[in-house]
């Protein structure tokens, strides 16, 4: 099968809690959509001001000002409230960076990649440096003398902990750049002393440390090795995945969540590690197959996303129809950033379950990646210089070939995970279906943005991880898997059910709805390829499929598309359909007078795609070749598909010309092969 593989980009492992894609760019739709644009600029002004009393209390303002409301957020920003509570972290009070650092960290979480971008950019480590060591000082003497400090006084040192750790995971994120300063400051063996002091600490702390450290360590080749070099870090990982201690206590519900949290993180961290190398405890522990898969399956079968968007509407409600605890933006008795009520609480309490469940997917799609690392180099005795590839042009006269290649792009398989991966499919689908707040309205905002966020993102989550076991199934396609066409069935019509539920209107801010379709398609690829020719394609689906391969500008989700296409047109009573798609694909092709404008990709895998539906002369849907004139399309395109194979880079796509390289000899001989036929 082939497939289309790239470098992974910087990716968000918390996508934005509060996104603001649904109003228009600019400030002016922000203030005209914000109800609290009055309260901005008192705001920034007493960021400013002399008293620290009032300094410490626009920091608060800040917090509860951006709550669920992107509008006021950008507002902010753009008013440089991120420059002025970055000054505050230097602020002579330490009350006032306390709070600093507390609304740094929800603008954080809430705004995503610019502000990290932006706090980046205005020099927020460095500040941020020096509070390192002097948490470690107090953590070590609060560890070794726990009378030392009130009670008070240490919740407020764990709280602005967390905040630091918080906002340094997600600059981590943010870019290479900022990763690589980080990376300086030397965080393992801070962020390991929380997670090794996690009995004596409060579960909020440690769990921050580790999603941190969980980050650092996501193909971070510095921390991974720093990790590895310590064999008690790994041992500390594996005693907190194999802890079977249960929470206890009044808020014992709160905490097992907690604590199952910090398992999925450890379990996160030994995946983003391993190998580990002797003498570590965990240096003969198949992670995947031994930590992941018997630790995360459960996880993310555990929690109903129809129960979960019900439970969001109900406490939602019942919110809007509590009083306010205080006046928010009154100086009259300062405000607290973390007053929440009840119901507040238990809405918090649930989003946190559900980004469990989304680190469970996240990790299980690392386990079940089995692709093989792209080729990054010329090979010992290949050639290092573009070939003349009109020497290797064989003409369309020439004799017919026996051995003629097909597409056969090999895969590896990892055979510590295969034989696990089902389980999991069930599940899976169940998460991939849409709920009720799973999207915000077109254009609008969601009834509670972070419930949303997290519910998409878990749509996501699950949609990639069945991409991946899907791909590693058809890569080990058995005869038996084969034969078990109504499973086939059941998993497409599961897929199929979802994206119908997701539908083709997407509207400003629902750009996750465009996100699933894309890596949707890619499992229907990997699922038409395991049950090739037992799938009856649906007039509906192949429309959609041909409007997604249309209209996308990605090369890699129009080859999805065509290589989905191509399952379904191999079925062999579908005549009907195999004629729409064979004609989508044959306008793929170039002409004798024009180029293909597809790109190079798709098109070769639509040549791929033709060859291997029409390999089989005595199939029903074969009438559509002859009486179509196929071969006579095929012929115009020869001298196209020879340019745009000749135009790859072999230096910067080497992967791509020797396949581009293959298709090409391989159209050639089809052509003489059906020739040949004679019908």
């Given at each position: 099968?082939?497939?289309?593989?790239?470098?992974?980009?910087?990716?968000?492992?918390?996508?934005?809690?509060?996104?603001?894609?649904?109003?228009?760019?600019?400030?002016?739709?922000?203030?005209?959509?914000?109800?609290?644009?009055?309260?901005?600029?008192?705001?920034?002004?007493?960021?400013?001001?002399?008293?620290?009393?009032?300094?410490?209390?626009?920091?608060?303002?800040?917090?509860?000002?951006?709550?669920?409301?992107?509008?006021?957020?950008?507002?902010?920003?753009?008013?440089?409230?991120?420059?002025?509570?970055?000054?505050?972290?230097?602020?002579?009070?330490?009350?006032?960076?306390?709070?600093?650092?507390?609304?740094?960290?929800?603008?954080?979480?809430?705004?995503?990649?610019?502000?990290?971008?932006?706090?980046?950019?205005?020099?927020?480590?460095?500040?941020?440096?020096?509070?390192?060591?002097?948490?470690?000082?107090?953590?070590?003497?609060?560890?070794?003398?726990?009378?030392?400090?009130?009670?008070?006084?240490?919740?407020?040192?764990?709280?602005?902990?967390?905040?630091?750790?918080?906002?340094?995971?997600?600059?981590?994120?943010?870019?290479?750049?900022?990763?690589?300063?980080?990376?300086?400051?030397?965080?393992?063996?801070?962020?390991?002393?929380?997670?090794?002091?996690?009995?004596?600490?409060?579960?909020?702390?440690?769990?921050?440390?580790?999603?941190?450290?969980?980050?650092?360590?996501?193909?971070?080749?510095?921390?991974?090795?720093?990790?590895?070099?310590?064999?008690?870090?790994?041992?500390?990982?594996?005693?907190?995945?194999?802890?079977?201690?249960?929470?206890?206590?009044?808020?014992?519900?709160?905490?097992?969540?907690?604590?199952?949290?910090?398992?999925?993180?450890?379990?996160?961290?030994?995946?983003?590690?391993?190998?580990?190398?002797?003498?570590?405890?965990?240096?003969g522990v198949d992670v995947s197959k031994e930590i992941v898969l018997p630790l995360l399956q459960p996880v993310v079968a555990s929690v109903s996303l129809i129960e979960s968007?019900?439970?969001?509407?109900?406490?939602?409600?019942?919110?809007?129809?509590?009083?306010?605890?205080?006046?928010?933006?009154?100086?009259?008795?300062?405000?607290?950033?973390?007053?929440?009520?009840?119901?507040?609480?238990?809405?918090?309490?649930?989003?946190?379950?559900?980004?469990?469940?989304?680190?469970?997917?996240?990790?299980?799609?690392?386990?079940?990646?089995?692709?093989?690392?792209?080729?990054?180099?010329?090979?010992?005795?290949?050639?290092?210089?573009?070939?003349?590839?009109?020497?290797?042009?064989?003409?369309?006269?020439?004799?017919?070939?026996?051995?003629?290649?097909?597409?056969?792009?090999?895969?590896?398989?990892?055979?510590?995970?295969?034989?696990?991966?089902?389980?999991?499919?069930?599940?899976?689908?169940?998460?991939?279906?849409?709920?009720?707040?799973?999207?915000?309205?077109?254009?609008?905002?969601?009834?509670?943005?972070?419930?949303?966020?997290?519910?998409?993102?878990?749509?996501?989550?699950?949609?990639?991880?069945?991409?991946?076991?899907?791909?590693?199934?058809?890569?080990?396609?058995?005869?038996?898997?084969?034969?078990?066409?109504?499973?086939?069935?059941?998993?497409?019509?599961?897929?199929?059910?979802?994206?119908?539920?997701?539908?083709?209107?997407?509207?400003?801010?629902?750009?996750?709805?465009?996100?699933?379709?894309?890596?949707?398609?890619?499992?229907?690829?990997?699922?038409?390829?395991?049950?090739?020719?037992?799938?009856?394609?649906?007039?509906?689906?192949?429309?959609?499929?041909?409007?997604?391969?249309?209209?996308?500008?990605?090369?890699?989700?129009?080859?999805?598309?065509?290589?989905?296409?191509?399952?379904?047109?191999?079925?062999?009573?579908?005549?009907?359909?195999?004629?729409?798609?064979?004609?989508?694909?044959?306008?793929?092709?170039?002409?004798?007078?024009?180029?293909?404008?597809?790109?190079?990709?798709?098109?070769?895998?639509?040549?791929?795609?033709?060859?291997?539906i029409y390999s089989d002369e005595n199939l029903p849907y074969d009438i559509n070749f002859r009486q179509g004139n196929f071969v006579q399309h095929l012929v115009d395109s020869?001298?196209?598909?020879?340019?745009?194979?000749?135009?790859?880079?072999?230096?910067?796509?080497?992967?791509?010309?020797?396949?581009?390289?293959?298709?090409?000899?391989?159209?050639?001989?089809?052509?003489?092969?059906?020739?040949?036929?004679?019908?």
């Amino acid at each position: 099968m082939g497939k289309s593989q790239k470098k992974r980009s910087m990716r968000r492992h918390n996508p934005m809690r509060v996104p603001d894609s649904h109003l228009p760019k600019g400030l002016e739709s922000a203030a005209s959509s914000s109800p609290k644009n009055e309260a901005v600029l008192p705001i920034i002004q007493k960021l400013e001001s002399p008293d620290a009393a009032e300094r410490k209390w626009a920091c608060v303002a800040v917090s509860n000002l951006i709550q669920n409301d992107p509008s006021t957020r950008r507002l902010l920003q753009g008013k440089n409230v991120v420059g002025a509570l970055i000054m505050r972290l230097s602020d002579s009070e330490e009350e006032v960076w306390i709070e600093a650092a507390g609304a740094l960290r929800n603008l954080c979480i809430d705004g995503g990649y610019d502000i990290c971008a932006e706090m980046y950019n205005k020099n927020i480590l460095a500040p941020l440096t020096t509070f390192v060591p002097k948490i470690s000082s107090a953590l070590s003497q609060f560890l070794e003398s726990p009378k030392t400090a009130p009670e008070n006084a240490q919740q407020v040192v764990y709280e602005f902990t967390e905040n630091v750790n918080t906002i340094l995971w997600c600059l981590s994120e943010t870019s290479n750049k900022a990763l690589n300063a980080i990376n300086q400051i030397n965080l393992v063996p801070f962020l390991m002393s929380f997670l090794a002091a996690r009995a004596k600490l409060p579960i909020v702390a440690v769990t921050a440390a580790a999603q941190c450290l969980y980050v650092l360590t996501d193909d971070n080749l510095p921390a991974i090795d720093e990790v590895r070099s310590n064999a008690a870090y790994s041992t500390c990982l594996l005693e907190i995945v194999r802890d079977e201690d249960a929470a206890r206590g009044k808020d014992q519900e709160v905490i097992g969540d907690r604590l199952t949290m910090l398992k999925v993180l450890a379990t996160g961290i030994l995946s983003n590690v391993s190998p580990l190398p002797p003498p570590s405890a965990a240096s003969g522990v198949d992670v995947s197959k031994e930590i992941v898969l018997p630790l995360l399956q459960p996880v993310v079968a555990s929690v109903s996303l129809i129960e979960s968007s019900a439970l969001a509407e109900n406490l939602v409600a019942k919110l809007a129809l509590e009083p306010p605890q205080m006046e928010p933006f009154s100086l009259k008795g300062t405000p607290k950033s973390d007053h929440r009520s009840d119901t507040e609480i238990e809405l918090e309490r649930l989003e946190n379950k559900l980004r469990t469940v989304q680190l469970a997917l996240e990790i299980l799609t690392g386990a079940c990646a089995t692709l093989p690392d792209p080729i990054s180099g010329p090979q010992e005795g290949e050639l290092d210089a573009e070939e003349d590839d009109e020497d290797n042009d064989v003409d369309v006269g020439e004799d017919v070939t026996d051995d003629m290649a097909l597409d056969d792009v090999s895969m590896t398989n990892s055979a510590t995970t295969t034989s696990h991966l089902p389980a999991l499919v069930e599940p899976l689908i169940t998460l991939i279906q849409p709920v009720k707040l799973s999207f915000p309205p077109a254009a609008g905002q969601s009834l509670h943005p972070p419930t949303t966020s997290v519910l998409s993102a878990i749509h996501v989550s699950a949609f990639e991880c069945l991409n991946n076991i899907f791909l590693s199934l058809s890569a080990s396609r058995t005869a038996e898997l084969a034969a078990a066409s109504a499973s086939g069935k059941q998993v497409w019509d599961g897929v199929g059910a979802a994206l119908g539920s997701v539908g083709t209107d997407i509207a400003r801010g629902q750009e996750r709805k465009q996100e699933m379709w894309e890596i949707g398609v890619g499992v229907l690829w990997g699922v038409g390829n395991i049950w090739k020719g037992s799938l009856v394609p649906n007039e509906e689906q192949v429309q959609l499929l041909i409007q997604l391969c249309n209209s996308s500008s990605d090369p890699g989700v129009r080859v999805k598309c065509i290589g989905t296409l191509e399952c379904l047109a191999q079925h062999p009573q579908s005549i009907d359909a195999n004629r729409v798609i064979a004609m989508h694909l044959l306008s793929i092709l170039p002409t004798s007078t024009a180029p293909s404008t597809y790109g190079t990709e798709p098109l070769i895998q639509a040549l791929s795609a033709l060859i291997d539906i029409y390999s089989d002369e005595n199939l029903p849907y074969d009438i559509n070749f002859r009486q179509g004139n196929f071969v006579q399309h095929l012929v115009d395109s020869v001298d196209g598909v020879r340019k745009a194979v000749r135009a790859i880079d072999r230096r910067k796509e080497r992967d791509l010309k020797l396949r581009g390289e293959e298709m090409r000899d391989n159209l050639v001989a089809f052509i003489k092969y059906r020739k040949a036929l004679r019908f």
